[in-house]
């Protein structure tokens, strides 16, 4: 009888899927792929050309966003066909979100596009009062208009943005994260409003700052390995002694440290150089190549590893919230971890072993080994933490468990896990008042592109004024002229407030303070009267790959997104980022 001869199984290779999008896969991974499929984004254009919204939403389709919805009343005009893309000759005449959507598609047909022909008084429901701020709770005419969406974009309009303050004060209530985006010609801003608490566990930190090598509190497993490699040190072989990791020769060298101070490990810098000199002085000289590396990575590494573990103070901020010392039933999944991370870290001193190791000089059998050591440590302390969530949800009866890969995720960057607290969009009114002494003194600096910021913002201030009084089209007040000289009096107005409240009292240097800024600020509002409320493509291109950018962070909830505004200058082509 002829037996055939076994044919190996075929190997999987990457799925179309993972073809089609392998080089964001690297960036955020399947679960950030997953977060953003999962996601419907919303784009509000009141009015205005609406091209930077467009644009930001292009950079969102291409990696493969679930879903949008364009709000836009508008018909297509000749106007837009310069500066907006995503429309031919044959859209004139037609609804100008139907038309964008169409076009945006064919970028990723995996993506639905969902045109909505309302104006945003339509879309929310009906009119809006004309109050200065909205109720609290905010009410819109129809309470559902904003469910079911991930994340909101709002599009700066030419006209009066008072929808601004109900949606956003409405995002708020609804702890839904609001974008706020204006371009106008040569410049633009974006702000972002996050919820009240917005956590993000995958930061994504640098690779060298996660790892965690327990030098000084070693368990049983690496310092029995540790003993059997270096246990007969002096009597290897140039070639083995010279391929001892650094990790175990620091090991062996503590413990012989300890046996002549008492017990104790070097803590103080004085004692680290010194310990530093013992380890260098232990390394053979008289080999071939006239030293030997692992030492030199020994001695490196004496400063930075021998530290005492300490507890990051973002994370200690999150250890002390209420919702972790007591989560609810309803709790969010990050409370339930983290709660059971600062169980971890009260039990222990110390918090998940993350099981990273460095490269080092090293026999791949031990370096193998080694990492296979320090990946079970980091095993045996998820297990621990995951059965802690359990014992939680337990008691809390809760519903849903928290996911081992979620678990995972926040033991290996425990340490570095930011919890942003969210704060309401700036206004365009006053500067926030919490942050003036700050932007006070920043806008005094000759280079701070903050008088960009200032500058919007007395824009807003205008319209506002502008749109809310009676006038003809074809007006006085409608010139290019009049809208300067109202500009830089709105500009005037802020910038004298801010002066005021940081020097209470002294008009005088208020006068002087307000006459340093507005000759920055003036070439600005020269540039808004000028475009008139236009926006200039490769600007509003630009704008839009940044604001996508951080709309990724938002909604993958990986990587840190700016805190909280973002300026350009199209001039000089810089942009700065201010906490307002």
Known sequence: MTVSPLTPPALQGPTAK?????????????????????????????????VVGVETLKNLILPGVGSYTIVDDNIVAENDLGINFFLTDDSLGKSRAEETCKYLTELN????????????????????PQDDYPPDPPTLADPNALENYSLVLFVASKQNNRYLKYVAAYCVRKALPLFFVQSLGLFSHF?????????????????????????????????????????????????NHGHVP????????????????????PREYREKKEF??????????????GGEENFDEAAAAVLKSLNKPTLPNGLGQIFEDPNCKKPQRDSANFWVVANAIQKFHETHGSLPLPGALPDMKAQSQDYIQLHNIYKAKARQDVDEVIKSVRCTEADLKRHTPVGTREIETFCKGAAFV??????????????????????HDTLKDDD?????????????????????????????????????????????????????????????????????????????????????????????????????????????????????????????????????
Not at 31 to 43: F, I, M, N, R, Y
Request: negative net charge; proline residues 7%.
């Open 418 to 439: 930011k919890l942003i607290r969210g704060q309401p969009l700036p206004e365009y009114g006053p500067i926030c008042q919490a942050r003036q002494k700050p932007l």
């Open 18 to 50: 993972e073809k089609k999008y392998d080089r964001q896969l690297r960036l955020w991974a399947a679960s950030g792929q997953q977060a953003l499929e999962d996601a419907h984004v919303l784009l509000l254009n009141d009015g205005g050309p609406g």
């Open 246 to 265: 650094y990790l175990l020769l620091l090991l062996r060298f503590l413990n012989d440290w300890r046996v002549s101070h008492d017990g104790n490990v």
């Open 109 to 128: 047909p995996d993506v639905k596009g969902h045109p909505v022909q309302k104006s945003l008084e339509r879309f929310l429901g009906g009119a809006i």
């Open 448 to 580: 701070s592109l903050l008088s960009i910021f200032v500058a919007f913002q007395a824009y807003d201030l205008w319209l506002q004024e502008y749109f809310d009084a009676p006038h003809e089209t074809d007006s006085p007040t409608s010139s290019e002229k009049f809208v300067l000289g109202s500009l830089k009096q709105s500009a005037r107005i802020l910038i004298d407030h801010n002066a005021h409240l940081v020097s209470p009292g002294d008009a005088g240097d208020s006068r002087h303070y307000v006459n340093k800024i507005m000759p920055r600020i003036e070439p600005i509002l020269e540039e808004f009267a000028r475009a008139d409320g236009a926006e200039l493509h490769n600007i509003s291109a630009l704008t839009g790959g940044m604001v996508a950018q951080e709309v990724i962070k938002v909604l993958t909830k990986q990587y840190i997104p700016i805190d909280n505004t973002c300026v350009f200058d199209g001039i000089t082509s810089k942009s700065a980022v201010f906490h307002v």
């Open 276 to 289: 530093k000199s013992f380890v260098e002085s232990k390394a053979r000289t008289d080999n071939p190549e």
């Open 191 to 239: 702000s972002i409003q996050l919820p009240d608490t917005f956590p993000i566990v995958d930061t994504h930190p640098e690779p060298t700052s996660t790892q965690d090598l327990r030098l000084l509190k070693p368990w049983p497993e690496l310092e029995a390995f540790a003993m059997s490699k270096t246990e007969d040190l002096d009597t290897l072989s140039n070639h």
